[in-house]
């Protein structure tokens, strides 16, 4: 009994200062604010915007179709080395973004990710996203006890799990394997278009090119219907494809160029069912961002985007209903910097 104890008091503080050692790392942080401008920011088509202007109740009183908008951001980066000296880097963001006039539309997003080095340019990541609520708009809705139609919020929150795999294809050149579950969940009375999402992706970064560097991630995935309150089917499948090139400016400079190609195809054949049966829509999106090169913690870089939706329907008014464009244009300014935490 004397022995063992011998040995604790020995290998305890040994162990002790090991992981003490190991959680050393310094905290990266970065927290902006971003004013800017969107057109359109409730996706309304062109048919939607004649019957708002025409009718106050359509939209639940909200008489804005564009409006101005801040976004607070909040970025936390920490690396320590737990397992076999490789770096396991902890990543948290939060944003919140407010539209000065559709204050309904006001959300907030959380994100926390990690990622385990595996050695040889190899990791493991794991992720989990959270959007507690989110604003659509006021639709109408059929009360299926009196046949009564009346305009009700629209709110749904979602989030997202992931898994990846990563490692290099070449000496600049890296793939991600992703897996993705991801759940909406839609308020009473809409909680009929309750969707469970089961995603893969291929995630390519190269990086062979000295003025040009891409980013290519390509999703498949099914979206199911979990309705248990009518008999429509609003289960769908989709493909993504979202580039991003970055390139390399003079006087170090860069520019940013996102862009984003979404089709959608629903699965539903069913005649009562206009607004999903046939169904097929297509996304265009493009978001370019300006990098300059500033020297110390400040960060300065503005924006532009733009985005397109068309539909295609077995019924004319589907396809005009649901497509819509926008546009926005604003500046994110920040402060980066480290934080050196002892243990």
């Known amino acids: 009994m004397r022995q063992l104890l011998v040995i604790v008091l020995v290998w305890a503080p040994l162990f002790s200062q090991s992981l003490s050692s190991r959680l050393v790392a310094p905290v990266f942080y970065e927290i902006g604010v971003s004013p800017s401008f969107q057109s359109n920011p409730l996706n ?3 048919v939607e915007l004649k019957k708002a202007a025409t009718d106050a109740e359509y939209l639940g009183g ?3 179709s564009s409006s101005k908008v801040i976004t607070l951001s909040a970025n936390i980066i920490y690396a320590p080395r737990l397992f076999a000296g490789r770096k396991t880097q902890l990543n948290s963001t939060m944003n919140s973004h407010f539209y000065l006039d559709i204050r309904q539309r006001n959300y907030q997003t959380y994100s926390v990710d990690i990622t385990q080095s595996l050695g040889k340019y190899r990791f493991f990541n794991i992720g989990y996203w959270f959007l507690p609520e989110y604003y659509l708009r006021n639709y109408l809705f059929k009360n299926p006890g009196t046949q009564i139609s009346s305009r009700e919020v629209c709110n749904f929150g979602s989030n997202r799990v992931w898994l990846g795999l990563e490692h290099r294809l070449s000496r600049k050149n890296r793939v991600e394997y992703q897996l993705n579950v991801r759940n909406e ?6 909680s ?3 969707l469970h999402m089961l995603e893969g992706g291929l995630i390519f970064r190269i990086g062979q090119f000295d003025a040009l560097s891409i980013t ?3 999703q498949y995935g099914v979206a199911e219907n979990d309705n248990r309150i009518d008999d429509l089917d609003r289960s769908y499948e989709y493909f993504n494809i979202h580039p991003t090139f970055t390139f390399s400016l003079p006087g170090k400079h860069k520019l940013r160029l996102a ?3 979404d089709q959608r195809a ?3 054949e069913q005649a009562d069912d206009p607004l999903h049966s046939g169904r097929f829509q297509e996304e265009f999106r493009v ?6 090169n500033l020297s110390g913690k400040l960060i300065v870089e503005p924006f532009v985007g733009y985005r397109k939706r068309q539909v295609d329907s077995i019924d004319p008014a589907i396809r005009d209903l649901k497509s819509f464009s926008r546009y926005w244009f604003g500046i994110s300014f920040g402060f980066k910097s480290v934080i050196d935490m002892y243990f």
């Open 192 to 194: 009929h278009f309750d």
């Open 44 to 46: 309304l088509s062109s």
């Open 287 to 292: 978001d370019a961002t300006f990098l300059p």
């Open 62 to 64: 909200i008489t804005n």
């Open 216 to 218: 290519a991630n390509l």
């Open 266 to 268: 629903y699965h539903s």
């Open 185 to 190: 969940i839609y308020q009473a009375p809409f």
């Open 259 to 261: 862009t984003r190609y």
